[in-house]
Every structure is written in structure tokens, then in C-alpha cells.
């Protein structure tokens, strides 16, 4: 199956295709993006793509795609991808620096899709050196979001959202005057737990989490799907993306994922962009942006949907939620503090070190830790906020290894 798709010709670029860099290349929103590119008819070229520690999955793209410079996070997967990328002219590299290389290629477009902080240092090359960028990283603007926005203002690089909720909240608010929104409203399909009792999310393994009734995702952002925390963070983006205070951002819940996100005016109009879940139709929307292109993207036929529902969310079945607006609403560096404590979090309930519950509660407990102690506090820079990222992590997984040795369920 391998074989044929690298046998498979790039797309020949026309003379007026828009380069491309795609950062997380290997993952869920890439292989949307590389899908939009193969269909594309020639309208992007790309330049660069770059990954984590996949050198076989990195080389599949960057041939599929006719990239010309592959970057793999990993070092050690170096002489791999050179193997797997062995007969072709395109350059290999591999560790942290050449991921920023890969960012910093001359580009139209970069596309960041890597998951977590680690998306955070070349996203902001990018922006830095004044790229347009295809946001799909939401841990970015939740770990580092002022020092993003700013960036974007003096480089005048522009910052399009990929996530569901976002763009499609891009897209309904037109060039509206921010004073004239009343409210912005993210749906949230609920996950697999919308209808589990509490004790029956408390208890939820890694597999029940990671099954995502509408959405096929990276693992990171299904499990955060599972227990709202998604939606918390994608507030806090929302906060940073649109300028808009936490009193105008609200949350519905929409099982059907079709709504994603609701602009009500101050004159009761209400505009929403509706679309089927199928991430290839925000990527699009951004690559060719401000114009439109053609794409094999699912069609929404309301018809056979029926039925749109809504609900408020239940923060006590859903603590994260809770847990990510209070971050936002305190401000002091909290949302960089619940971002990297909810990495580690993740993590630890993937390899089955905590419970399911135990997510929220660590987050918790991480975000009143920093208060207490001072670590936490609006970051100034990028750099400034990876440094509270990494304290936060080192002191979150210390709290794991002690919470490991005394209870928790094993499988
Ligand atoms: P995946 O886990 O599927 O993919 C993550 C990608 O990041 C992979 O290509 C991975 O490489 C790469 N990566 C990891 N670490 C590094 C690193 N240090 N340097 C370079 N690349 C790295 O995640 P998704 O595609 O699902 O999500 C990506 C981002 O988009 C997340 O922030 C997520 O919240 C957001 N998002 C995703 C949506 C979705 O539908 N999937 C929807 C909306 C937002 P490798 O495979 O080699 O490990
Ligand atoms: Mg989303």
C-alpha cells in the first residue's frame, strides 16, 4: 500500500501556486492538508515538510507531495528518513533546528499541525519571519498567546485559524467591528462521554477515551475532546485569536458536530458556520485564503442530518471545562500553566498512570500550585512562556510519580 502511494506523482505546481510548509506533516491535520494538496490540481507547491519521529511516515509525504526538504524533529531517525528519501532529490534533515529550518523555508503559507507546546518555537519562526499561517496548534496561543498576537502585529504576518470552531467563526464574523459582537459561541460535539454518568467518566480507560463519535484525531486532542478540556482551550484561543474578554466567549454542546461556532451582534443578529466534520474544509478555506478552492470534502445535506441539538455543557460531569475558562478568567499565566500540566496529564492517562478524572484534578491542583507559588505570571515572550511550560511539567510529573506509587488503576 506504501509503495503505491510514493509511486504516486506529485502534483505538478502551476506557475502561480502558492508554496507550502507543513509542519506536523505525518499527523491527522497533515494528512488532511497533503489530501487538500493531491487534489489541488497543482495550486500549491510545497516546500517543506516536518514531523516528530516518524522518518518512514515523513518520507511517505514529502514524496506524495514532491516537497523539497524533509525535517524530523527526532534525531535519531535521521539516517532513516535519509534511506526512505534515498533516490529522490529531496533534502533530509533531522532535530529540533531543522524543524525551525523547515519553518523558515521561503514559503506563502506554513501550516502548523504539530501537537502540543512542542509546536510552539517554530510556529513563531514562522509568524516571526512573517509568514502567513495556517493555525491548527491550539497549544500554541494557549501557552504563548499574547506574545503571538503581538508578534503577528509587527511582522503583519496573518494568522488564519484551522480549528473547526475558529474558523468558522472567522467566517461568520465577516469584517464586523468587534463592538458589535455580543457573543461568540464554540459548539462541542460532547465526545464519546456526553450522555456517562460521572462515575462512569471517573473511571473511563484510554480506548473508551481515544473513540471519538465524530471526529478522527491525533490522540492528544481526542482525549481532551473526551473531557471538554478541548473546548477550555479552544476558549482561551479564541480569547487571544479574535481579542474578545472570556464575558463573550460561551459554549454550547452539539452532538452533531454540523454548528461550529455561533457570532451573535449587538442588533440580535446571529451568523454561524455550519459545515460537515470533516477537517479538510477549514484546511482548505485557510490554504487558498482569501480565495476558495474546489475540494472532495464531505457535503453537508441538512436533510439527511434532521435533527441540530444543543445543550449547555455540564461542568460537573466536565471539570475540565471549568477548570480551562477559570485559568482564562484569573489570566497571570494561567492558560500556559494548564496547557503544560494538561500535556502531562494526557500523557500520564495514556500510559494508564491515572485515571481519566484524575486529568482535571491535576490540572487543578497544577494552576493553584503556580499561584501559590509565584511561578505562574503573564509571560512576557515566547521564551518566557516556555520556561513556566517547562517548570510546570518537571513539577506535574514529579506529583505523577509520587500519585503512581500509591493508587491508581492499571490494566
Ligand atoms: P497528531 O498527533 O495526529 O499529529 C501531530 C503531528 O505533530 C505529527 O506529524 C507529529 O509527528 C508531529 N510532531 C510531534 N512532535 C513534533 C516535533 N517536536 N516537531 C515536529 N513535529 C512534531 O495530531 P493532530 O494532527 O490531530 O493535531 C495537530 C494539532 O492540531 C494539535 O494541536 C490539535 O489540537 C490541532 N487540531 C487537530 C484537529 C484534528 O482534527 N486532528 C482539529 C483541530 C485542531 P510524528 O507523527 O512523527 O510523531
Ligand atoms: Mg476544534
Given at each position: 500500500m506504501d509503495k503505491v502511494?510514493?509511486?504516486?506523482?506529485?502534483p505538478a505546481a502551476k506557475s502561480e501556486a502558492r508554496t507550502v510548509v507543513i509542519l506536523g506533516a505525518t499527523g491527522s491535520i497533515g494528512k488532511s492538508t497533503e489530501d487538500i494538496i493531491a487534489g489541488a490540481d497543482g495550486a500549491f507547491q510545497v516546500e517543506a515538510v516536518a514531523g516528530g519521529r516518524d522518518p518512514r511516515g515523513l518520507a511517505r509525504v514529502a514524496r506524495a507531495l514532491g516537497a523539497k526538504f524533509?525535517?524530523?524533529a527526532d534525531p535519531s531517525g535521521y539516517a532513516e528518513l535519509k534511506e526512505a528519501l534515498a533516490g529522490t532529490s529531496i533534502e533530509a534533515?533531522?532535530?529540533?533546528?531543522?524543524?525551525?529550518?523547515?519553518?523558515?523555508?521561503?514559503?506563502?503559507?506554513?501550516?502548523?499541525?504539530?501537537?502540543?507546546?512542542?509546536?510552539v518555537a517554530p510556529t513563531f519562526a514562522a509568524l516571526s519571519a512573517g509568514r502567513t499561517v495556517a493555525l491548527a496548534n491550539k497549544e500554541c496561543l494557549v501557552c504563548a498567546g499574547p506574545a503571538f498576537m503581538r508578534q503577528a502585529a509587527a511582522s503583519g504576518a496573518k494568522l488564519l485559524p484551522v480549528d473547526s470552531e475558529h474558523n468558522a467563526i472567522f467566517q461568520a464574523m465577516g469584517d464586523a467591528e468587534l463592538a458589535t459582537i455580543e457573543m461568540i459561541t464554540l459548539t462541542a460535539s460532547?465526545?464519546?462521554?456526553?450522555?456517562?454518568?460521572?462515575?462512569?467518566?471517573?473511571?473511563?480507560?484510554?480506548?473508551?477515551?481515544?473513540?471519538?463519535?465524530?471526529?478522527?484525531?491525533?490522540?492528544?486532542?481526542?482525549?481532551d475532546s473526551a473531557g471538554l478540556m478541548n473546548k477550555g482551550l479552544e476558549v482561551i484561543e479564541a480569547h487571544y485569536l479574535f481579542g474578545v474578554e472570556a464575558a463573550r466567549l460561551d459554549v454550547l454542546v452539539h452532538a452533531q458536530s454540523i454548528v461550529h461556532g455561533l457570532v451573535a451582534f449587538t442588533d440580535g443578529s446571529v451568523t454561524a458556520g455550519l459545515a460537515s466534520p470533516d477537517m479538510r474544509v477549514?484546511?482548505?478555506?485557510?490554504?487558498?485564503?482569501?480565495?476558495?478552492?474546489?475540494?472532495?470534502?464531505?457535503?453537508?445535506?441538512?436533510?439527511?442530518?434532521?435533527?441540530?441539538?444543543?445543550?449547555?455543557?455540564?461542568?460537573?460531569?466536565?471539570?475540565?471545562?471549568?477548570?480551562?475558562?477559570?485559568?482564562?478568567?484569573?489570566?497571570?499565566?494561567?492558560?500556559?500553566?494548564?496547557?503544560?500540566?494538561?500535556e502531562v496529564a494526557v500523557d500520564a492517562f495514556l500510559n494508564r498512570l491515572i485515571s481519566f478524572h484524575e486529568i482535571a484534578a491535576m490540572v487543578?491542583?497544577?494552576?493553584?500550585?503556580?499561584?501559590?507559588?509565584?511561578?505562574?505570571?503573564?509571560?512576557?515572550?515566547?521564551?518566557d512562556a516556555l520556561a513556566i511550560d517547562q517548570a510546570v511539567r518537571e513539577r506535574t510529573r514529579a506529583l505523577f510519580g509520587k500519585q503512581a506509587a500509591s493508587s491508581l488503576f492499571m490494566h
Open positions: 502511494i510514493e509511486l504516486r506523482r506529485a524533509a525535517a524530523l534533515a533531522a532535530g529540533e533546528a531543522a524543524v525551525i529550518e523547515a519553518a523558515l523555508r521561503p514559503a506563502d503559507i506554513v501550516v502548523g499541525a504539530i501537537a502540543g507546546a512542542a509546536g460532547g465526545g464519546p462521554f456526553r450522555t456517562w454518568t460521572s462515575e462512569a467518566i471517573a473511571k473511563a480507560t484510554p480506548e473508551q477515551a481515544l473513540t471519538h463519535p465524530n471526529w478522527s484525531m491525533g490522540p492528544k486532542v481526542t482525549v477549514p484546511i482548505a478555506h485557510c490554504l487558498s485564503y482569501p480565495k476558495r478552492i474546489s475540494t472532495a470534502a464531505r457535503r453537508l445535506d441538512l436533510a439527511s442530518v434532521g435533527q441540530l441539538t444543543f445543550e449547555r455543557p455540564d461542568f460537573e460531569r466536565f471539570p475540565a471545562l471549568r477548570v480551562a475558562l477559570e485559568a482564562l478568567r484569573t489570566g497571570r499565566g494561567l492558560p500556559t500553566v494548564l496547557n503544560a500540566a494538561n487543578e491542583k497544577a494552576c493553584d500550585a503556580a499561584l501559590a507559588d509565584g511561578v505562574s505570571h503573564e509571560p512576557d515572550s515566547v521564551a
